[in-house]
């Protein structure tokens, strides 16, 4: 097994000696907090690029009442089942909104939790930082580092972290108006450093990594890509199940992309890691996802179960490969399989025989 660095739960929570509250950033550079978002308690961000049609009816042939772009965040009131609503698609779900019916596909379910920011960081043994949540539908940034290094960056017009991703804090400071702001990046990226309001965040703590049934040894995920469905066992018995996405089998013309496929067979679990940036493919058909939390890989090439916020499509093969879940799904699994996780570096690496078996199965 590998080295871990370990902190203990006093120790990670001990905060540091250099106060953030006397630096300053220059205002001018920075944009101000964003508009508020509706006050209900589950709101629905629109998650694909683009643009989504809010029908009067959930059906795709029903009255157009609005068009609504990337970004957009909505009321979720409630969510309705209406077979034959889309033809050809697997899923048949729509969100009511205050205005009329979105496919649930394209809204990321959010809340808006902003948090009241820390005014010093933790000491830990990889140096001063935190592991941070975002619990807003989506924040700002500006980068501190100019020019971007990740191909997301290079590309965005306006960047945004968005809800359930997980970055790495490092550093805070206030501005000219008193606004705390935190230095956010990726311990497992290009090295781009990025300014946010410290609200957007929440801090990770060390109970959220605890192990779930650490001393059972008898455990096995299955993953079945027709079903799509992820389910945990403990000796045989189920104690965990849910829908995910795995390897899409089809791109977005209808063309049969056998490289996007889950392998199917079983393998161990070799690296586990809380927060990474994952990237791959090609121009039009490629991907570069930053902060992409509670990350399970379990074979050579890169295949992992991990948190989705692109997406609601559950059910549905649309990965390029790995098993796409939600980020409270793939939370649990992260912490119920082996090997077990420390806070501090929320990373580990293992060598054979691995760890939990995961195996992948067509039914």
């Known amino acids: 097994m590998a080295t871990r660095h370990v902190i203990s739960r006093r120790g990670f929570l001990k905060l540091g000696a250099a106060a953030a509250a006397g630096l300053a950033l220059h205002g001018s550079r920075l944009a101000p907090p964003p508009q508020g978002f509706p006050k209900v308690d589950l709101l629905g961000r629109v998650a694909i690029p683009g643009k989504v049609e809010v029908k009067v009816r959930p059906d795709v042939n029903s009255a157009t009442v609005q068009t609504l772009y990337e970004d957009a965040v909505v009321p979720w009131l409630r969510e309705r089942a209406a077979p034959n609503s889309k033809p050809y698609y697997i899923n048949q779900r729509w969100v009511e909104t205050d205005t009329g019916f979105i496919w649930s596909s394209d809204l990321q379910p959010v809340r808006n939790l902003p948090n009241v920011p820390l005014d010093v960081l933790p000491e830990t043994v990889i140096g001063t930082g935190m592991w941070t949540e975002v619990t807003v539908p989506w924040v700002d940034i500006v ?18 972290l968005y809800y359930s991703q997980i970055l790495w804090v490092d550093q805070i400071k206030k501005d000219e108006q008193g606004q705390v702001w935190y230095r956010v990046n990726e311990r497992f990226g290009y090295g781009d450093l990025m300014w946010a309001h410290g609200e957007a965040f929440r801090v990770v703590v060390p109970e959220e990594m605890a192990a779930i049934n650490p001393d059972v040894q008898d455990k096995r995920v299955i993953v079945d890509v027709t079903r799509q469905t992820l389910a945990c066992f403990e000796a045989g018995t189920e104690v965990y199940f849910c829908t995910v996405s795995t390897g899409a089998k089809f791109n977005s013309l209808g063309e049969v992309v056998a490289k996007w496929a889950t392998p199917v067979g079983a393998q161990q679990i070799w690296r586990k890691t809380v927060s990474i940036h994952m ?28 948190s989705t ?28 399989t082996l090997p077990q996780v420390e806070p501090i570096p929320g990373d580990v690496t293992v060598g054979m025989p691995g760890g939990t078996i995961v195996e992948v199965v067509e039914s």
């Open 143 to 160: 980068l501190d580092n100019p020019p971007a290094r990740s191909p997301w960056l290079k590309e965005a017009v306006s960047p945004r």
């Open 279 to 306: 990237s791959g493919g090609t121009t039009g058909g490629g991907y570069d996802l930053p902060g992409i939390g509670w990350s399970t890989f379990f074979n050579g090439i890169g295949t992992a179960i991990h």
């Open 309 to 336: 916020f692109w997406h609601n499509d559950f059910g549905t093969p649309r990965s390029h490969g790995c098993v796409n879940a939600r980020p409270e799904d793939a939370k649990w699994v992260f912490r119920w």
